[in-house]
C-alpha cells in the first residue's frame, strides 16, 4: 500500500475514534424499569395555644324571695343568690401587673305590678357566702351589707344594695391559680310592716371588673 492511501486510512480511523468518543461521553444513564425512589416529608405542628380569660357566669337569671322571719314591725323575704362563677385562666404572664378583680352588685327599686309605692333598694340586703375559694386562700367573699332598717354591724354598711357592694374579690389577680371559683350570697328584704300588699320586681346587676 502505498504512502498516500495509509495515510488516508489513519486519518478516517482518527476522526472515527473521535466521533465515537463524543457520542460515549454525552450519552444519557437509563433508570431500569419498575425503579422507585422515596421522599420523606416532615412537618412539626404546634398546638394552639388560646390566651386565658377572665369571665363571670351566673347559675340562674331570678330567684323568688319568700316572706320568713318577720315581725311586728319588719317584715322579712329571704332568698339565695344564684351561684356566681368566676372563671380565670390566665397564667401569670397575662395578668396585668398590680391587678385584683371583683364582683360588685347593686339593684333597682322594687317596682310594684299595680302601682303600689316602690320599696327602695336599700331594703335589701346581703350576707355573701364564698363556695369554692381554690387553695391559695386569696379569693374572699365581701363583708354583710345590711338594710336601712337595720343597725349597722359595721361603719357605713346599713345601706342595702344601693351602690356597688362587694360579692367576691381577690387582692392579687396573678397570684390566684387559674381555675373557677363559686359565691353565692343570703339575700333579705326587710320591710316597714305595712308595706302594701302585691308583686314587687327589682333587677341585681352583678359586674366583674378587674
Given at each position: 500500500?502505498?504512502?498516500?492511501?495509509?495515510?488516508?486510512l489513519?486519518?478516517?480511523?482518527?476522526a472515527?475514534?473521535l466521533?465515537?468518543?463524543?457520542?460515549?461521553?454525552?450519552?444519557?444513564?437509563?433508570a431500569?424499569p419498575g425503579?422507585?425512589?422515596?421522599v420523606?416529608?416532615t412537618?412539626?405542628?404546634?398546638e394552639?395555644?388560646?390566651?386565658?380569660?377572665?369571665?363571670?357566669?351566673v347559675?340562674?337569671?331570678?330567684?323568688?324571695?319568700?316572706e320568713d322571719?318577720?315581725?311586728l314591725l319588719v317584715?322579712?323575704?329571704?332568698?339565695?343568690?344564684?351561684?356566681?362563677t368566676?372563671t380565670?385562666?390566665?397564667?401569670?404572664?397575662?395578668?396585668?401587673?398590680?391587678?385584683?378583680?371583683a364582683?360588685?352588685?347593686?339593684a333597682?327599686?322594687f317596682?310594684?305590678?299595680a302601682e303600689?309605692?316602690?320599696?327602695?333598694?336599700?331594703?335589701?340586703?346581703?350576707?355573701?357566702?364564698?363556695?369554692d375559694g381554690?387553695?391559695?386562700?386569696?379569693?374572699?367573699?365581701?363583708?354583710?351589707?345590711?338594710?336601712v332598717?337595720?343597725?349597722?354591724?359595721?361603719?357605713?354598711n346599713?345601706?342595702g344594695?344601693?351602690?356597688?357592694?362587694?360579692?367576691?374579690s381577690?387582692f392579687?389577680?396573678?397570684?390566684?391559680?387559674?381555675?373557677?371559683?363559686?359565691v353565692?350570697?343570703?339575700?333579705?328584704?326587710?320591710?316597714?310592716?305595712?308595706?302594701?300588699?302585691g308583686?314587687?320586681?327589682?333587677?341585681?346587676?352583678?359586674?366583674l371588673?378587674?
Open positions: 500500500m502505498d504512502t498516500g492511501k495509509r495515510r488516508q489513519l486519518a478516517a480511523g482518527a472515527v475514534g466521533l465515537a468518543g463524543a457520542v460515549a461521553v454525552g450519552s444519557p444513564a437509563f431500569e425503579d422507585e425512589a422515596g420523606e416529608v412537618v412539626e405542628i404546634e394552639i395555644r388560646e390566651p386565658g380569660v377572665l369571665a363571670m357566669s347559675a340562674a337569671d331570678s330567684v323568688m324571695l319568700s322571719g318577720s315581725t317584715r322579712q323575704f329571704t332568698g339565695t343568690l344564684p351561684t356566681v368566676v380565670d385562666t390566665r397564667t401569670p404572664d397575662e395578668v396585668p401587673e398590680g391587678a385584683a378583680w364582683v360588685l352588685g347593686s333597682t327599686d317596682v310594684g305590678d303600689q309605692a316602690p320599696i327602695g333598694a336599700g331594703h335589701l340586703g346581703w350576707k355573701p357566702k364564698l363556695i381554690g387553695d391559695t386562700g386569696l379569693v374572699s367573699e365581701g363583708e354583710e351589707v345590711v338594710t332598717l337595720d343597725e349597722p354591724t359595721q361603719p357605713g346599713n345601706v344594695l344601693v351602690d356597688q357592694e362587694l360579692l367576691v381577690t392579687d389577680s396573678g397570684a390566684v391559680t387559674p381555675g373557677e371559683y363559686t353565692d350570697a343570703d339575700l333579705f328584704l326587710r320591710t316597714p310592716a305595712d308595706v302594701e300588699a308583686a314587687y320586681t327589682s333587677t341585681l346587676t352583678l359586674s371588673f378587674e
